[in-house]
């Protein structure tokens, strides 16, 4: 459940910047949110935005991705398992 309940203009983010903010409410599996506060400790709330950040930008490179695949066709099968071998070789 994702609930978007205030908006702070001008609100500061533990890092000191302003940045408009707000708040919101998830529910979220206990065993990861114990992780999560295992590694992000204090910084749970900049640690949280940077995760969604990321998956927005992979959403957005998924789309992109989908577009060309639209415009040109898929990639052939041997030039995945080629740039696939260099990933895991890097």
């Known amino acids: 459940m ?9 609100a500061t983010s533990g890092r000191g910047k302003l940045h408009d903010m707000a708040m919101s409410s998830f529910d979220l599996p206990l065993d990861l949110v114990e992780a999560v506060r295992t590694v992000a400790g204090s910084d749970i709330d900049n640690w949280v935005a940077d995760a969604l950040r990321r998956k927005l930008a992979a959403s957005e490179l998924d789309r992109l991705l989908d ?3 639209d415009e040109i066709g898929p990639l052939p099968p041997s030039l995945i398992a080629e740039a696939d071998a260099a990933w895991r070789a890097s």
């Not at 978007?4 to 203009?9: C, E, I, K, V």
């Open 67 to 69: 577009e060309i695949a």
């Open 2 to 10: 994702l609930g978007l309940t205030t908006s702070r203009p001008g």
